[in-house]
Antibody
Framework: QVQLQESGPGLVKPSETLSLTCTVS????????WSWIRQPAGKGLEWIGR???????NYNPSLKSRVTMSVDTSKNQFSLKLSSVTAADTAVYYC??????????WGQGTTVTVSS | QSALTQPASVSGSPGQSITISCTGT?????????VSWYQQHPGKAPKLMIY???NRPSGVSNRFSGSKSGNTASLTISGLQAEDEADYYC???????????FGTGTKVTVL
């Protein structure tokens, strides 16, 4: 079955850019939307944005100015970049396969801490 | 886009039924039948429990059911079991971002 795995630095300095990659295994990345979601410790889920395998994107308006998503179908990967990070961006970051009616496959999540 | 509103906590005894509400607007919950529900145990990734308001993915117990009326969706857990103790989040497609918005989350406690 399809599995997702997030990877990237666990520590990012304030004002720098957070970069994460999600690798899709057990199936093709094609013909699906793929989302990033985050969850600060002890808080709720926040949808960051989604990307289709064509490269088309939709972002959360509250993060849109700082978010860039990309996809590499040859590697079965998609990526997130979040610029100008602050401590408020410290969270567990999840990637998830996304249909219009729900997010049915999730990665295990990766913790990113913003600190100098 | 504002988070959908859920009660912070709901509790029930084993065997009982509980219902979690999820209130949005006509731009999200009320405007589309794309409401989903997720169960999250501590330290784990969320798990899809309901999609399209009331459909269960394969493998999800039929003790979980969903419904919607106007701008409010609901998740009902019947025959409550200890393993149902977790956080639950609703989500809806929203026209404000042509994306998604999550609810504030509800902690379910089995007494």
């Amino acid at each position: 079955q399809v599995q997702l795995q997030e990877s990237g630095p666990g520590l990012v300095k304030p004002s720098e850019t957070l970069s994460l990659t999600c690798t899709v295994s057990g199936g093709s990345i094609s013909s699906y939307y793929w989302s990033w979601i985050r969850q600060p410790a002890g808080k709720g889920l926040e949808w960051i944005g989604r990307i289709y395998t064509s490269g088309s994107t939709n972002y959360n308006p509250s993060l849109k100015s700082r978010v860039t998503m990309s996809v590499d179908t040859s590697k079965n990967q998609f990526s997130l970049k979040l610029s100008s990070v602050t401590a408020a961006d410290t969270a567990v970051y999840y990637c998830a396969r996304t249909a219009v009616d729900g997010m049915d496959v999730w990665g295990q999540g990766t913790t990113v801490t913003v600190s100098s | 886009q504002s988070a959908l509103t859920q009660p912070a906590s709901v509790s029930g005894s084993p065997g009982q039924s509980i219902t979690i509400s999820c209130t949005g607007t006509s731009s999200d919950v009320g405007g589309y039948n794309y409401v989903s529900w997720y169960q999250q145990h501590p330290g784990k990734a969320p798990k899809l429990m309901i999609y399209d308001v009331s459909n269960r993915p394969s493998g999800v117990s039929n003790r979980f059911s969903g419904s919607k009326s106007g701008n409010t969706a609901s998740l009902t857990i019947s025959g409550l079991q200890a393993e149902d103790e977790a956080d639950y989040y609703c989500s809806s497609y929203t026209s404000s971002s042509t994306g998604y918005v999550f609810g504030t989350g509800t902690k379910v406690t089995v007494l």
